[in-house]
C-alpha cells in the first residue's frame, strides 16, 4: 500500500509521546563499548512488500531494535514473499534455518500449537476494534500469545499486530452474503478460513498468498478475503474490484521469533527485542484506525465498487455453527473475552 509518508511521522510523533524512549545497550549495561561488540545479524520475513502497513511495522521493529542494542542487533527484512510465503518460512524456521523472525497470521501457527492464538480469528470474535485493544490492555493477551513458546521449543511470540478487518472481495459483484454462492475464494492458511468460505455456500480453493493476484486472473479463483489493507498494496483490487465490507474477521498477525536464534542471544539482546515487540504494539494501536480509513478511501478514488453492510446480523447468524465449533474446546477463554466488551 502506497501509504503517504507524512502520516506514518506525524504517527510516529504521537507513539514517542506515549512510549518512553531510552537507549540500552547490551554491550554497554557490561561495561563494554558498543565498538568492542560482536554485531548480531537477524532476517525477518514479511510477505507483504514494502509499501505496505506490514512492511512499515516490519521497519519501525527494525529502527528499535537497532537503537536499542546500539547497533549491535541489525535486522535484515525480506519483504513481499521473497523467502517464500508463511508456511514455507514457518517449516524453515521450524527446522532451525533462516529467517530469525516472521510475522504471520495467527491461523499459520495453529499447526505449531497455538490454538487459542488461531481462536483469535473466529468470525465475530471481537465487536468491534476497541474490544480487541481492551482484550489487549487487559493483559489477557499474554496467555494466547506465550501458547506457542510453552507448547512448542521452535518459536517464540512476541506480540500481536492488528492488521484491521478482512472483508470478501471478488471479480464478480458483492452486493449482499447470498452474492457469495458459487464463487471460488481463495483460503487463508488453516480449517477456520476453508470452513469460513463454505458457510457462505462458497467454494474454497487454497492457493499460496504470493500467486493470489495469478490465481485471480488465470480464472482459478474468483476472489479472497483480506484486510483492505493487504487488499490494496498487494494491487489486488485491479483484478478483483468488488469488495463487501462484512468484517468477519479482525486481522490478527503475531510477530514470532526462533528459539534456535534466541537462546543464542544474551539476556540483554533478548530485552531489546521484547521491548521494540512492545513498542510496535503500541504503535499499532495508535496507527491502525487512520491508515484503514486512508486505505478505503483510496480504494474508492481507484474505483473500487464497495459495498457497506447495515445490518450484520444475516452475516453472524451464517457463521454461529462455526463460532461453537472453533471456541467449544476453550469455552471459558472465548467467554472472558466476551466480557470485555
Keep these: 500500500m502506497r501509504l503517504n509518508k507524512s502520516f506514518f511521522k506525524v504517527s510516529l510523533l504521537l507513539v514517542m509521546a506515549f512510549v518512553a524512549v531510552s537507549s540500552i545497550g547490551y554491550c554497554r549495561l557490561d561495561g563494554i563499548k558498543p565498538s568492542d561488540c560482536k554485531v548480531l545479524k537477524l532476517t525477518y520475513a514479511e ?30 527484512i525480506k519483504y513481499g514473499g521473497t523467502l517464500g510465503n508463511d508456511n514455507e518460512v514457518l517449516t524453515s524456521m521450524y527446522q532451525g534455518d533462516n529467517p530469525d523472525i516472521i510475522r504471520t497470521s495467527v491461523s499459520y501457527l495453529q499447526e505449531y500449537g497455538a490454538d487459542k492464538a488461531a481462536m483469535l480469528s473466529t468470525p465475530y470474535v471481537f465487536a468491534n476494534r476497541d474490544h480487541y485493544w481492551k ?29 484491521g478487518y478482512r472483508h470478501f472481495f471478488s471479480r464478480k459483484p458483492i452486493n449482499s452474503l447470498y452474492d457469495l ?4 475464494i481463495r483460503s487463508a492458511y488453516g480449517n477456520y478460513f476453508e470452513d469460513l468460505i463454505k458457510v457462505f455456500d462458497a467454494t474454497s480453493v ?16 474468483d476472489g479472497g478475503e483480506q484486510p483492505i489493507l493487504n487488499y490494496l498494496s498487494n494491487d489486488l483490487y485491479r483484478r478483483a474490484p468488488y469488495l463487501v465490507l462484512d468484517a468477519h474477521v479482525l486481522a490478527i498477525s503475531e510477530i514470532v521469533i526462533s528459539d534456535n536464534i534466541w537462546n543464542q542471544m544474551t539476556e540483554e539482546q533478548q530485552r531489546v527485542i ?15 484506525r487512520g491508515v484503514e480509513e486512508k486505505t478505503l478511501k483510496t480504494l474508492k478514488e481507484k474505483g473500487v465498487v464497495v459495498s457497506e453492510v447495515e445490518d450484520m446480523s444475516p452475516w453472524k447468524e ?11 474446546a476453550y469455552s471459558e477463554l472465548y467467554n472472558k473475552i466476551q466480557d470485555l466488551k
Design 47 to 76: 510477505v507483504n512488500p514494502a509499501n505496505s502497513y506490514s512492511g512499515y511495522i516490519a521497519r519501525l521493529f527494525k529502527q528499535r531494535v537497532e537503537e536499542l542494542s546500539l547497533g549491535t542487533v541489525l535486522i535484515d
Design 274 to 288: 521484547v521491548r521494540a515487540a512492545d513498542y510496535i504494539q503500541r504503535v499499532n494501536k495508535v496507527t491502525i
Design 206 to 221: 487454497k492457493v499460496p498468498f504470493t500467486e493470489f493476484n495469478t490465481a485471480i486472473e488465470r480464472g482459478i479463483i
Design 318 to 328: 451464517k457463521c454461529s455453527e462455526l463460532v461453537f465449533k472453533i471456541t467449544k
Design 135 to 163: 482484550f489487549i490492555s487487559s493483559g489477557m493477551y499474554k496467555e494466547f500469545l506465550d501458547e506457542i513458546t510453552v507448547k512448542n521449543s521452535k518459536f517464540r511470540g512476541l506480540c500481536f499486530i492488528e492488521e
Design 181 to 184: 454462492s458459487g464463487l471460488k
